[in-house]
């Protein structure tokens, strides 16, 4: 069996807030607004994950109203989802994501982003690619009001299912 899904999330940028994507910490004069730690690439990676399981979104597993999910590591809650994805009998096959953000510059940080990433995934670094854009200065990515990001990822059945 063979499942793909997709994933979207956005956060505002503000001030008094660390900037954390995909569980690295960058450094910027802005973080992103959130319940959690806001960390928009693995929020849509988490969404992407449970499109493919069938199962809802990130707020339906771990909503904004729980104090539990109060400045939680983002990865925290991936690890979770993962654990899902194998209780269901599948794996992680590949993983494409998409940053978009005016400031700052991501490309420095893209390496260390898949290789978070890669370990709470249970996968090869090369099963990940991450690319940062820009939206050349339109809309609230281009204004700097805040960062989106998007992400595909392909679920296939364990050899054991």
Known sequence: MFRIGFGYDVHRLVEGRSLIIGGVKISHDLG???????????????????????????????????PANKDIDSLLMLKK????????GFRVYNLD?????????????LLAMRERLAEVLGIRIDQINIKATTSEGL????????MEAHAVVSLIATSSS
Do not use: N, Y
């Open 97 to 109: 994501t998409t940053i978009v953000a005016e400031k700052p510059k991501l490309a420095p940080s």
């Open 32 to 66: 992103l607004m959130g319940h959690s730690d806001a960390d928009v690439l693995t929020h849509a990676i988490i969404d992407a994950i449970l499109g493919a399981l069938a199962m809802g979104d990130i707020g339906r597993h771990f909503p904004d109203s729980d």
């Open 81 to 88: 989802v993962m654990a899902w994805v194998k209780q269901d």
């Open 139 to 146: 809309g609230f990515c281009g204004l700097q009001e805040g």
